[in-house]
């Protein structure tokens, strides 16, 4: 009786156990994935997505069975993969091998909780790719030669070493070598490995982010991802123990993860195309006539204020269009540097621009090297160098916020000089010669170098940058902490509401996502200067150039500004998606660049706009003054020798109507460049 009930025991249990392959196959014959199967052989592709959502939704048996033995499961449904194309090509399942690749398991497991527990099971994990290897080709099945009577022999290849075969095939000979490999004879498949860290908003407070080794197999998956792009991986933890020399293999093993299927979580701008139900939306944007004003609503909600900062962001987020010539390369993107009083809300305007960016990132100055913002040379554990992607690299085409920017040690800044005319990076380290792209928009804040802005003073001796570099900003505005009980009051109203409400006291008219969105779709739109535009944009200049035609007047604007304007006003018509750029987008863009070259260019003396303060660092006035002391100073030196200071300074009274305070500043200004020195107490000569 007991067997007989073990008997039907084992007979629903084996009615229960349906071949695995016959059920993915039935899961392949629905309309999707014979649709997805015969699309392969057109497209010329081998991979198969199957969606693991569609396949819990079939069986979640087989699902769960897929999850806990992979290696398995998947090979059954490569079968079944395989057997369906036979069926809707023929020709085409003959000679290629289709791999299913899983994608959107229901949630990513954290790199950090990865342990023993996952090893030999299927997970998804999400990540920043940091590094990754060139691709390089796998050998799958190796093909030896027998030495002593010719005879071919295959051996399938895992692990990492070349493995020969144990005895020759060919029954008469069996020798156990040697053997010749035969790279022709031989198939091989792409790899590459990667490094992937945790995102730093998953991090728990006070930990470092973990990095993890992935491997990919496989001519689809490799060369998908680059450094800095935000991944999904899907793949078979393994363990795998390290070997040390003479002493065999170690007991702690490292995981790493073989990639099954990798999917890029947008951050390149190029990548993610708008569904046409988010095309219909941004275009119905785009013919709002107040788009502009939209947007700069838009922009950082919580801070209130600084309309013409947020119209200058917008101008940045947008960017003008970059030629390419045979002979040199202009520029498309904006370069904006804030330069503000402590707590005006410079940190928060720049973390917000790179989170809303399509590809975005925050950097503080203090903290940043050089290599950090370009390009590292590795040593890897082969020998071999290897180059690792900074910052400016990182945010190619998208925009690299730097906070604190007089904050970074001089030989660290120089870093940025290239990448922000040239837009490159150039590395000449350990036998590496590169160039890298680095067509970044830069965002810059920066202190005031005595803790505020002090209006007396010109630009350069207010903020400690070089001059090299304030020369490069297409637009540099300040901010100023200056007491106003209007705009205090309705301030004070709008911060008070947000600590209250917890949340933006105005709804943005465009959501954030909507918005990136809407700045990666107007990317792809390329304006053109109109003639009217162009008129505008050649008077503005020119009137401002004859105005310093004058002898004595200084020059208010260069050729740099000019092709400042010409990005600006790019910028606005793409922010209409617009294809051609109007009047009244040279009309705004000129606005703009004088409320910059008002806030920042303006010699304090003789009250004239000076380009002169940010491309020389001393306004026009300053130079006249230090060029007239000089020039009293030689010609009295031809005269007497050493010259008395004393002397000088009363000439120089009687003849220039210089004050005497401002001569003995200027002097001391002379001695600390090194222009002029004292040979004997109070006298002085030209070096």
Do not use: C, W
């Given at each position: 009786m007991k067997r007989e009930g073990e008997r039907g025991a084992k007979l629903t249990e084996e009615v229960e156990v349906i071949d695995p392959q016959e059920r993915f196959l039935e899961l392949f014959k629905t309309e999707k994935y014979r649709q997805r199967i015969s699309q392969l052989a057109v497209s010329g592709k081998t991979s198969l997505i199957v969606e693991f959502e569609d396949l819990l939704t079939f069986d979640h048996r087989l699902a769960d069975k897929l999850l806990e033995k992979p290696d398995e499961y998947l090979r059954h449904a490569e079968?079944?993969?395989?057997?369906?194309?036979?069926?809707?090509?023929?020709?085409?399942?003959?000679?290629?091998?289709?791999?299913?690749?899983?994608?959107?398991?229901?949630?990513?497991?954290?790199?950090?909780?990865?342990?023993?527990?996952?090893?030999?099971?299927?997970?998804?994990?999400?990540g920043i790719v940091v590094r990754s290897t060139p691709v390089r080709p796998m050998v799958t099945r190796a093909a030896f030669k027998c030495r002593g009577c010719g005879e071919l022999t295959y051996v399938d290849q895992t692990g990492p070493f070349l493995k020969a075969p144990f005895a020759c095939s060919n029954p008469q000979c069996r020798r156990k070598g040697p053997f010749d490999?035969?790279?022709?004879?031989?198939?091989?498949?792409?790899?590459?490995?990667?490094?992937?860290?945790?995102?730093?908003?998953?991090?728990?407070?006070?930990?470092?982010?973990?990095?993890?080794?992935?491997?990919?197999?496989?001519?689809?998956?490799?060369?998908?991802?680059?450094?800095?792009?935000?991944?999904?991986?899907?793949g078979i933890v393994r363990a795998a123990a390290p070997s040390m020399p003479k002493v065999g293999k170690l007991r702690v093993f490292a995981l790493h993860l073989d990639a099954n299927s990798i999917e890029v979580l947008g951050k390149e701008p190029e990548a993610t195309l708008p569904t046409p139900e988010e095309e219909k939306q941004i275009l119905e944007l785009a013919r709002d006539p107040w788009i502009h004003r939209k947007i700069i609503n838009s922009i950082a909600p919580s801070i209130y204020g600084y309309e013409h900062i947020k119209e200058a962001i917008m101008y940045l987020l947008f960017g003008g269009v970059s030629k390419n010539l045979p002979d040199v390369n202009i520029r498309g993107e904006l370069n904006i540097l804030l330069i503000g009083d402590p707590g005006t809300a410079k940190s928060q305007l720049l973390q917000y621009v790179a989170r809303v960016a399509p590809r975005g990132l925050y950097t503080s100055g203090r903290g940043t090297t050089a290599a950090g913002l370009t390009a590292a040379v590795i040593r890897e554990k082969g020998g071999g160098m290897s180059l690792e992607a900074g910052a400016l690299v990182l945010a190619d085409k998208g925009i690299a916020c730097i906070d604190e920017i007089d904050k970074m040690r001089p030989e660290d800044r120089v870093a940025i000089h290239e990448a922000m005319e040239q837009h490159t990076v150039s590395v000449a380290k350990g036998g590496i010669v590169a160039t890298l792209n680095a067509r970044t928009a830069i965002l810059a804040a920066a202190n005031p170098a005595l803790g505020r802005y002090e209006p007396r003073r010109t630009i350069t001796e207010n903020i400690s940058l070089p001059v090299t570099i304030l020369s490069r900003f297409d637009l540099i505005f300040i901010l100023r902490d200056v007491p106003n009980k209007e705009v205090d009051s309705k301030m004070s109203e709008h911060i008070l509401e947000i600590h209250r409400r917890g949340t933006t006291p105005t709804e943005p008219p465009i959501p954030m996502d909507l918005l990136r969105k809407y700045i990666s779709y107007a990317k792809t739109v390329k304006p053109i200067l109109?003639?009217?535009?162009?008129?505008?944009?050649?008077?503005?200049?020119?009137?401002?150039?004859?105005?310093?035609?004058?002898?004595?007047?200084?020059?208010?604007?260069?050729?740099?500004?000019?092709?400042?304007?010409?990005?600006?006003?790019?910028?606005?018509?793409?922010?209409?998606?617009?294809?051609?750029?109007?009047?009244?987008?040279?009309?705004?863009?000129?606005?703009?660049?004088?409320?910059?070259?008002?806030?920042?260019?303006?010699?304090?003396?003789?009250?004239?706009?000076?380009?002169?303060?940010?491309?020389?660092?001393?306004?026009?006035?300053?130079?006249?003054?230090?060029?007239?002391?000089?020039?009293?100073?030689?010609?009295?030196?031809?005269?007497?020798?050493?010259?008395?200071?004393?002397?000088?300074?009363?000439?120089?009274?009687?003849?220039y109507n210089i004050p005497r305070a401002e001569i003995e500043r200027l002097i001391a200004q002379l001695q600390r460049e090194g222009t002029i020195y004292e040979p004997r107490e109070g006298f002085l000569k030209k070096t």
């Open positions: 079968n079944a993969a395989q057997n369906q194309l036979a069926i809707e090509a023929p020709e085409y399942a003959e000679k290629q091998k289709v791999t299913v690749r899983v994608v959107k398991l229901l949630e990513p497991t954290p790199l950090r909780k990865l342990g023993a527990a996952h090893i030999g099971k299927l997970v998804m994990i999400e490999f035969l790279q022709e004879e031989s198939s091989f498949v792409d790899s590459q490995d990667l490094r992937v860290q945790e995102r730093p908003e998953d991090l728990p407070p006070g930990q470092l982010p973990r990095t993890l080794h992935v491997k990919l197999v496989g001519s689809e998956i490799v060369d998908v991802a680059r450094p800095g792009d935000h991944v999904s991986i899907v109109t003639e009217e535009a162009l008129r505008r944009i050649k008077d503005f200049y020119l009137a401002m150039r004859s105005a310093s035609e004058s002898e004595g007047s200084p020059i208010a604007i260069t050729a740099r500004q000019l092709e400042s304007l010409i990005r600006i006003a790019e910028a606005r018509a793409r922010a209409a998606l617009r294809t051609e750029v109007l009047a009244e987008d040279a009309e705004a863009a000129i606005n703009i660049m004088k409320k910059s070259l008002e806030e920042v260019g303006i010699d304090l003396s003789s009250q004239k706009i000076d380009i002169d303060l940010i491309m020389t660092g001393k306004p026009k006035s300053l130079r006249d003054k230090l060029q007239i002391i000089l020039s009293v100073l030689t010609e009295m030196e031809r005269e007497i020798g050493m010259v008395e200071k004393a002397a000088l300074i009363n000439r120089l009274e009687a003849e």
